[in-house]
DNA sequence: GGGCGCATGTAATGAGTTACATGATTGA
DNA sequence: TCAATCATGTAACTCATTACATGCGCCC
């Protein structure tokens, strides 16, 4: 359902066509979503279907026809409905990462940390392009702020692990 | 791949039967992964075929029959090359809770923190749970204190967006 | 004797992805 | 003229899930 009510909130914000809906999503909410074009028209045709939102043929001169998507009364409500339950619930993410963190000592220290290393870079990398993401419009700039506290806590975390490891590697080095 | 490493990591630390393996992911490393059982059947099999690893039928007076688990060489190279890909890697994970977000501008300030009071109280029991997993053996542990970082700053990043909200409910009440 | 635990599966279903199809316009 | 952009889709496929099937033993 999440999908759903990321369009439906888009929509409700603005009426749009498929294909703008969905260049939009891709440019401002890569954070939240990883929907795919057909998913998107999918989904559209459905809820249109379903009453939640009206179709509208247009056509600028010679350009491809599009289809504009306004929601309904009932596809207010719905949208309505659905952010709610988001909002007041938690569900927690699944990390893949972890797998690999569970099994970390079936290697030497010395790899696990180069290898730690290098998901270190990988976090790094996505924290500078998060910080260097344009300042969004109203609460869609939560979303931004939400992933620069995670990823920052993601460092600080990588740190503490590659810092044990270094401890493991050098056992010779005792704090006085 | 990721519930293949899963179960590859497991099996190069003891052969195991099906049944337990599931039991063990359920009970133990439940943040890790929300594998079900026909899944890991059905993966089992697969790796077997594969020639990942062996099957060897056992039987317990008149229990019912057991399929245990063992790595075979290739299997273990697997396992390794999948442990090291996953752990130099970084693969942000999606947070559904982050499209509602997006649009918390649609409800009055007021309704807005009451659902996200809620959603606090959910982080907030997650905590405490996890807080009461009793300790791992050894880097398994690092995967229950991961999540405690986790929700910690999920809490510190709820308390701020509330805050916020608290601010714009009572716009008379300025700071000096 | 009735339900739960042990132990392994099959079949149907679903959600979403990839790859492909179409056809016009715009720009190098 | 060749590729890219605009705009919408269909078909096949993958991966995993839910629901169901089986059958014996154990415990109350």
Sequence with gaps: MDRRLLLLGLL???????YQLFEFIERDLSYC???KKPTAYYLLNKMAQDG?????????GNRPPRKVYRLTPLGEENYLRLLRENLAQHTSPRFHDDIGLAFLDSLTPEEAR???ERRRQA???ALNAVQDVPV???????VIEHQLRYLRAELDWLDEVLFRLSEKSHPTTKSS
Excluded at 52 to 60: G, L
């Design 114 to 116: 180069s290898l730690l």
């Design 136 to 142: 969004h419009r109203g609460s869609q700039q939560l």
């Design 123 to 125: 976090v790094a990398e």
């Design 52 to 60: 939640w939102m009206i179709e509208e043929q247009t056509q600028e």
């Design 33 to 35: 979503s990883d929907i």
């Design 12 to 18: 409700h914000q603005q009426e749009m066509h498929g």
